[in-house]
């Protein structure tokens, strides 16, 4: 599949562990920012019931969905613990301190 690498801000425009929300073509992505300063991209559905990822609590390199408390690793996508599904994940490049997020070709992001 091509991707296109797409400019969505600086690192600086997400609070520390915290996330925001960019638009796609394929549905909301969160950015999410670790307090190590490293910067992950999940689409912005949790794997259980579709809750806002990209409103949950960041700890670590993973985050807290706020709806049921289910903890998605950022790295992977992955549920840990006795849950299980995938979130799917973003590739995320960082050049500069400016966020490039890796979509499909067809994607369109925008700032959201
Ligand atoms: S929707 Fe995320 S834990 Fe239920």
Known sequence: MKIDWIDVGD????????????????????VFRTA????FALYDRCPHKGGPLSEGIVHGRSVTCPLHNWVICLETGEVEGPDHGCAAQISVSIDGGRIRLGLPRASRAAHG
Do not use: E, L, T, Y
């Open 36 to 39: 190590d300063n490293s910067i």
């Open 11 to 30: 690192v600086d425009d997400i609070p520390i562990m915290g996330a925001r929300v960019v638009r796609s073509a394929d549905g909301d992505i969160a």
